[in-house]
C-alpha cells in the first residue's frame, strides 16, 4: 500500500468514526429532548406533582448548597487575586470589583455552577434512575398505572429549572463577597472604589443573562441527566456508563451553549 | 379473557417468542413455564403491556392492548397486580408505604382506613409488625411476600407473577405457592405465573402451558401436562439431562470451533 492510499484510508476513518459519534450525539439530544418534552406536556396533567417536585426541589438545590458556596467563594477569591496582580501592572487595581463582578455574573457563575450541579445532582439523577430500571422499580409503577414519566423525569426537570437559576445566584453573591474580602481587607483595595465600579459596570442585562444561561442550563442537565437514566442499560455496567455519559454530555453541553448564549448578548 | 394473537418478539435477530396463540383463562390460574430462555417472561411481559409485541396482538376482551391509549392503559391497570422476579419494591420507602403505595395514588381512603388495609395485606402475608422496615433490610422471601401483598393491595382482577418462588428456600416458595393459590381462588382473580418450578407450577395452576424456544410445546390441565407424551415435556418435567432439549445452545459446532480456528489446538484424528 503506497503513502497516499495509507493516507486516503486513514482520513476515510477517521472522519467516518466522527461522522458516526456526530450522529450519535445529534440522535441523543434528539430524543433527550424528544423524551424531556413528552415529560413536560404532562406538568398540567392530574394528578400534580407537587409534593414530589418540592421533594426534588430540596433534595438538589439544598443538597447542592454547601458545594456551590465553597466554589463560589473559592472562585472569587482567586478571581481576586489574580486581577488584582493583572491590574496592577496598569495601575488599574480599581477596576478590579467591576472585573470580578462582571466575569462571576456574566460567565464563572453559571459555568462553574452548572459544572458543579451536574457534578453533585445530575450524577445522582441518572444513578438513581438507572438503579430503578435495573430493579424493575419503573416497570413496577408502570403496573400499578403510574406513569414514571410524571412521577419520576418531570418532578426532576422541573427541579432542575428551577434550583439551577437559584444555586448560580448563590455561587455569585458568595463569589462577589468573597472577591470583595480578597480585593479590600487582604489587599487594600479602596472600599469606595472597589463598590463604586462594582456598581457602575454591572447592569441588568448582565444579571438577566446570567439567569437566562443558567435556566438554559437547568432545563439541559434536568433533561440530559433524567434522559441518560431512563434510557440506561439495565445492568450494573449500564448505570455507570449512562452516569458517565450523563456527566460528559451535560459539561460539554454546558460549554456549547454558553458560547451560543454569550454571542447573543455581546 | 385475555387472547394474544399470533405474538412475537425480536430481540435484534434474536427470536424470543414466535407467532405465538395463547387463551388466558378468566379467573384460573394459569401457569406458563418452561426452561431458562424459553421466552416465558417475555411472553408475561406482552401480555402485561411492558413489552410490545414485534408482531401480532395481545386482547382484553375486545380491546387490543397494543393499540391502546396510555390513559385506558392506566385506567386497566388499576385492575390488575404484578409480583416481580426481583420484589421491584421502591426503595426509597418503607414496608407500609410501599403496601400502601397503590391506595394513595388511586383511591380517596382515610389514612386510617389504608392503615387497616395494609396491616390485613401483611397479615396475610406474614409481616404484620414489620411496616418500618425498608426494603434493604429484608430477606428475599420477605421482599417477595411483601411484593406479593402490594400487588394484591387493590384487589386486583388479572395478577401477574413472574418467578414468584424463584431464590427463595422450600418453605418460603411454598408460602408464596400457597398464596397464589389461595388468593386466586377466593377472589376469583386471573392469575398467569411464570415459573421453571415444576412442582409448584402443577400444584396450584388450573392451566398449564410450557414454551421451548418461544414456541408453545405443550399446553393443558397439570394431569395432561403430566401424562404427555411429548419427550420434551416429559424431560423438562424430570428435568432429565438427556433428551430433545439440548443442554448447549451454541450456534457452531464445538470440534469445528476447537479445530479450524487459526491460533487454537489442533486436534490429531
Known amino acids: ?266 | 379473557m385475555i387472547r394474544g394473537e399470533q405474538l412475537s418478539k425480536y430481540f435484534g435477530d434474536v427470536a424470543a417468542l414466535n407467532a405465538t396463540d395463547i387463551h388466558i383463562r378468566s379467573g384460573k390460574i394459569t401457569a406458563i413455564m418452561g426452561g431458562s430462555g424459553s421466552g416465558k417472561t417475555t411472553l408475561l411481559r406482552l401480555l402485561a403491556g411492558l413489552e410490545q409485541p414485534t408482531g401480532g396482538h395481545v386482547w382484553y376482551g375486545d380491546e387490543d392492548l397494543c393499540a391502546m391509549s396510555v390513559r385506558r392503559l392506566y385506567e386497566l391497570r388499576e385492575s390488575m397486580g404484578m409480583l416481580f422476579q426481583y420484589s421491584a419494591l421502591l426503595n426509597s420507602m418503607n414496608v407500609y408505604d410501599n403496601v400502601a403505595f397503590p391506595l394513595h395514588e388511586h383511591t380517596q381512603l382515610d389514612e386510617s382506613v389504608i392503615r387497616t388495609m395494609v396491616a390485613m395485606k401483611l397479615e396475610q402475608v406474614g409481616l404484620r409488625g414489620f411496616e418500618h422496615l425498608m426494603p434493604s433490610e429484608l430477606s428475599g422471601g420477605m421482599a417477595k411476600r411483601v411484593a406479593f401483598a402490594r400487588a394484591m393491595a387493590m384487589d386486583p382482577r388479572i395478577v401477574f407473577f413472574d418467578e414468584p418462588t424463584s431464590g427463595l428456600d422450600p418453605i418460603s416458595a411454598g408460602v408464596i405457592a400457597t398464596l397464589i393459590q389461595d388468593t386466586s381462588r377466593k377472589n376469583r382473580m386471573t392469575s398467569i405465573v411464570v415459573t421453571h418450578d415444576v412442582h409448584a407450577g402443577l400444584a396450584i395452576a388450573d392451566h398449564v402451558i410450557l414454551l421451548w424456544q418461544g414456541d408453545i410445546i405443550a399446553e393443558g390441565p397439570p394431569d395432561a401436562i403430566r401424562q404427555s407424551d411429548d419427550a420434551r415435556v416429559q424431560q423438562f418435567l424430570h428435568g432429565r439431562p438427556d433428551g430433545p432439549i439440548p443442554f448447549s445452545r451454541s450456534t457452531t459446532s464445538y470440534i469445528d470451533d476447537l479445530t479450524h480456528k487459526p491460533g487454537t489446538i489442533r486436534l490429531q484424528s
Not at chain 1, 482520513?11 to 459519534?21: C, I, K
Not at chain 1, 450541579?117 to 445522582?124: P, V, Y
Not at chain 1, 438577566?208 to 442550563?217: E, N, P, S
Request: charged share 10%; net charge neutral; proline share 2%.
Open chain 1, 1 to 266: 500500500m503506497n503513502h497516499s492510499s495509507v493516507k486516503q484510508s486513514f482520513l476515510a476513518l477517521f472522519f467516518g468514526r466522527l461522522g458516526r459519534y456526530a450522529l450519535h450525539g445529534v440522535e441523543q439530544v434528539g430524543d433527550a429532548s424528544m423524551l424531556g418534552l413528552r415529560a413536560l406536556s404532562l406538568l398540567f396533567v392530574r394528578p400534580w406533582q407537587g409534593k414530589h417536585f418540592i421533594l426534588q426541589l430540596y433534595a438538589l438545590g439544598v443538597g447542592s448548597m454547601v458545594i456551590i458556596i465553597i466554589t463560589g467563594a473559592f472562585t472569587g477569591m482567586v478571581l481576586a487575586l489574580q486581577g488584582y496582580y493583572t491590574l496592577a501592572k496598569f495601575g488599574s487595581e480599581s477596576l478590579l470589583g467591576a472585573g470580578v463582578g462582571l466575569s462571576i455574573i456574566r460567565e464563572l457563575g453559571p459555568v462553574l455552577g452548572a459544572f458543579m450541579i451536574i457534578g453533585r445532582a445530575g450524577s445522582s439523577i441518572t444513578a438513581e434512575i438507572g438503579i430503578m430500571r435495573v430493579t424493575e422499580q419503573t416497570d413496577a409503577l408502570e403496573m400499578m398505572a403510574i406513569n414514571p414519566m410524571q412521577r419520576i423525569l418531570l418532578p426532576r426537570i422541573v427541579a432542575t429549572v428551577i434550583a439551577v437559576p437559584l444555586l448560580v445566584s448563590i455561587f455569585d453573591i458568595v463569589g462577589i463577597a468573597s472577591g470583595y474580602v480578597v480585593g479590600v481587607e487582604l489587599l487594600g483595595v479602596n472600599q469606595g472604589a472597589y463598590m463604586a465600579e462594582l456598581i457602575a459596570k454591572i447592569t441588568m442585562v448582565d444579571i438577566y443573562g446570567g439567569w437566562i444561561k443558567a435556566i438554559v442550563f437547568g432545563f439541559m442537565i434536568g433533561m440530559i441527566c433524567t434522559f441518560m437514566g431512563y434510557r440506561s442499560e439495565p445492568t450494573t455496567e449500564g448505570v455507570a456508563k449512562s452516569t458517565t455519559e450523563a456527566v460528559v454530555v451535560s459539561s460539554v453541553g454546558v460549554l456549547i451553549i454558553d458560547y451560543i448564549i454569550t454571542s447573543f448578548f455581546l
